[in-house]
Every structure is written in C-alpha cells, then in structure tokens.
C-alpha cells in the first residue's frame, strides 16, 4: 500500500478526522487549530485528542506561551499513532502539526510521523522526509 500525500492548505475529504496542532489551553484560535474549531468541530478547551470531527496534537504551551520541546511533540505524535493505528476504520488528514505557531521546522517534525499508519493523509512537503526512497 502506498503512503497518501495532500497538498498544504488543501481541505480533508468527507468523512476524513482533521489533525491539528494545539495549545495546552485549548484555545484554537488560529492556523490549522482555528479552522479546525470553525470547520471540524473542535471544542474550546480539548487540547489533546478527539474533539468534534479532529484530532488535536499539542505542539505550544498554555496561554500560547512558547513552544513545546520536540520530545513533549514527539510523544503526543506517538499517542496519536497509536490512535490512527487502533482505529483502521477511520481516515487521518494530518496538516503541518508545529510548523506554524509553534515555529518548528517541518526536518524536524515530519520523520515523527515515518511510521504513520496508512490510514493517514501526510502534507505533501513532508514526504520528502518521511519516504524511503526506492
């Protein structure tokens, strides 16, 4: 099975979760968080998890007060690994999670997302680090 890649900024399928980074607080009021709560069903004050129609992945402190470490990012990415990998029947639309507000870089968090699952749709320009080439 080949691994799905989306463009950046494109918009989920039907029927598809939508993963986003998030705040400790909760807070979407921006980026990919902020069209998450207005699109997707994302609700105030679920910081980690499903809520509504998304998955939110923390990547920046309560109160937008600074990033997460990338250790802090990489284990909430292996907790939605663990989600997408427990819930085959479910599809996972993956935006660019900490490289927005959050300032990270997308060398540093794609290879996070290596052993995703196939059930999850990948940004395309991260394919280039999560891809082995042939």
């Not at 679920?46 to 923390?58: K, N």
């Not at 909430?76 to 599809?91: C, K, N």
């Not at 300032?103 to 794609?110: K, L, S, V, W, Y």
């Amino acid at each position: 099975m080949k691994r799905i890649f989306h463009v950046d900024g494109s918009s989920p399928a039907s029927g598809q979760v939508f993963v986003f980074g998030s705040n400790l607080s909760g807070l979407h009021g921006g980026g990919a968080a902020r069209a998450a709560h207005r699109f997707y069903d994302a609700k105030w004050g679920v910081a980690e998890g499903i809520t509504g129609r998304c998955y939110a992945i923390p990547t920046v402190k309560h109160h937008l007060a600074g990033s997460l470490s990338l250790d802090e990012i990489r284990a909430a990415i292996e907790r939605f690994l663990h989600h997408a990998a427990t819930h085959p029947e479910s599809q996972f639309f993956v935006t660019r999670i900490g490289c927005g507000l959050a300032g990270h870089h997308d060398q540093d968090i794609a290879p996070m997302f290596a052993d995703a699952p196939m059930n999850c749709s990948l940004p395309l320009p991260w394919q280039q680090y999560v891809e082995v080439p042939a």
